[in-house]
């Protein structure tokens, strides 16, 4: 029977929690950054899901990730779009949070993990932005909704930089000091 180092476990746990709620935010933005990530070799993603950092899944996310800003900004493209992430966005996070569940090394395990995780983690950032949104068309007529989704794209990209950029930058900054050969005396 596999071992399992549970701080292992729990650190790709709390990964997929930050970058599903990531994805409550924006759906594609998050996947295209992992796959990017996962395709400079600078994020470990488990074996059935190495598909993210493949170009036509770069170049897929890579333009949706375009309609998907562009659009939220067009009033009633908007809300057609929130319409649609109702289920697209806690579907993204469901693939994102079971992507980094590299620990895991059954890939259905990984997937209902990710569902179980990922899922509720991508919903309540979309259910929270989805009323935001109504109240600001019913108080602005839309006019404000161009300026909440810019604030809501700097959230996404936070939200990953803490997730996912902060973490590593931390370990490599930890590596160094604890290296006697990279230690300058």
């Known amino acids: ?7 292992d476990v729990v650190s790709s746990i709390s990964l997929a929690i930050g970058l599903a709620a990531c994805a409550g935010l924006r759906a594609w933005l998050p996947l295209l950054l992992v796959g990017g990530l996962s395709r400079a070799g600078l994020l470990t993603l488990g074996s059935s899901f190495a598909f993210l950092g493949s170009n036509r899944a770069l170049m897929l996310f890579g333009v949706a990730t375009l309609i998907e800003i562009v659009g939220d900004k067009v009033p009633a493209v908007d809300h ?7 289920v697209l966005r806690p579907a993204a996070g469901s693939v ?54 810019v604030a809501e794209d700097v959230m996404a990209v936070a939200m990953f930089l803490f997730t996912v950029v902060l973490p590593l930058v931390v370990l490599r900054r930890m590596a160094r000091r604890s290296s006697p050969a990279l230690r300058t005396t």
């Open 1 to 7: 029977m596999d071992t399992v180092a549970w701080a």
């Open 96 to 149: 994102i949070a079971a992507s980094v569940m590299w620990e895991v090394h059954d890939p259905l395990t990984a997937l209902a993990l990710g569902v179980a995780v990922g899922a509720p983690a991508a919903l309540v950032p979309h259910a929270a932005k989805s009323v935001l949104r109504a109240a600001s068309t019913t108080l602005t007529g839309g006019l404000a909704n161009p300026l909440i989704s």
């Open 80 to 86: 057609a779009l929130d319409m649609l992430s109702t």
